[in-house]
C-alpha cells in the first residue's frame, strides 16, 4: 500500500512537473520581434564586417538609448490608447534649457534636475488639456510640439550654445564599467517601467483606461490621475532623452530630436507590440523594438546607404506591425480583460464590505 502510494505520488509529481515545464516552455510575445533582431543583425553583420567591430557597437547602443528613452515614455501613452507627437520637440526645447542652466552659472547636476522638472511639466500640460478639456491628444501634442520647436528657437535665436563644465559631458560620454551611461540610464529606466507596469495599481489602471476607458472608469480607475500621470512619464523620459543627446554633443542645438526621433519613437514602441489601439503591450517589446530600429539604422549607415531609405525600410516595417495589430484585435474580437474583470470584483467587494 505504501509502495503504491509512492509510486502514485512520484507520478503526479512528474505529471506536476511535466505542465510546469511545458508551461515554462511557453514564448513570450516578445519573441517574434527578438528573433527579427537577431535576423536583421546577422544579415547586416554578414554584409559588412564593420557592423562587427566594437566601435560601431557602442555608437549603435548609444543611438538605440536615445531612441529607446523615448519609445520608453511613448509606451505608457500608447498603452491608454493616446499618443504623444511632442516628444522629438521636447528633446530640442529641454536641451536649450539645459544648456542655458550651465551658461548662466548653474551647475550641471541642478541643471539636469531642473529640465527634468520642466519636461515633466510639459507632459502634465498635455495630461491636463487632454483630460478636462476633451482635445484629442493628437491635436494637443501636435500643438505643444510646434509651441517647443518654436520656442527652442526663438530662445536661442537659431543659435548653438557651447557647455563649457566638463563634467556634463558624463551623461551622455561616460563609462561605468564599459558600458556607456546613456544605455545604463535606459536600462535602469525600463526596469523602473516594467515594474511600475506590472506590480503597481497604476500599471493596471493603465492597462484597464486602454483597454476600455468607459469600463475603467466604471470599475473606479481614477481616468484623470491615469492620463495626466502617463503624459508626465513621457514629458519625462523625453527630457531625459535630451539630457543625454545634448551631453554627447556638448553643445545645445535648438533643432535637436526634431528629424526622425518623433517617427523612431512610435516605431519602435509599435513595432515591439504596443498597440495603437491601447490596452495591450509591455516595455520588453519597446526596447526590443527600440535596438531593431537603431541596428536597421546603423546598418544602412555602415552600408553607405541613403538617408532617405531608412525611413522608407521603418516605415515599411511599423505598416506591417500596425496590420499585424489590427488583424490581432479583430481576430480577438476586443473581449473584456482579465484587467477589467479584476477591477470589477476590486470594485464590487469594495462596495458589498
Known sequence: ???ALSRKSEAMSSTTDGSAARRGWRLPDEAGILIMLI???AIFCAMSPNMRTLSNGLVLLLNGAVIGLLALGQTFVLLIGGIDLSTGANIAVMGVLVSLLMAHGLVWPLAILVTLLAGTAMGIVNGIIIQYFRVPPFIVTFSTMGVASSMALIITGANSISITQSGFAFMGQ???AGIPVPVVILAVMAILAGLLLSKTILGTHIYATGGNREAARLAG???AVTTITVYAISGFCASLGGIVDTARLMVGFPTTGLGDELFFSIAAAVIGGVSLFGGIGR???AMIGAVLIAVVSDGMNVL???SYWQSLVIGVIVLIAVIFDTYRRQRAGKPLSGTLRSLFRTHMF????
Open 1 to 3: 500500500m505504501t509502495e
Open 39 to 41: 535576423v536583421v543583425f
Open 174 to 176: 561616460g563609462l561605468l
Open 221 to 223: 480607475v481614477n481616468l
Open 283 to 285: 516595455v520588453q517589446g
Open 304 to 306: 553607405n546607404v541613403s
Open 350 to 353: 469594495r462596495r458589498s464590505s
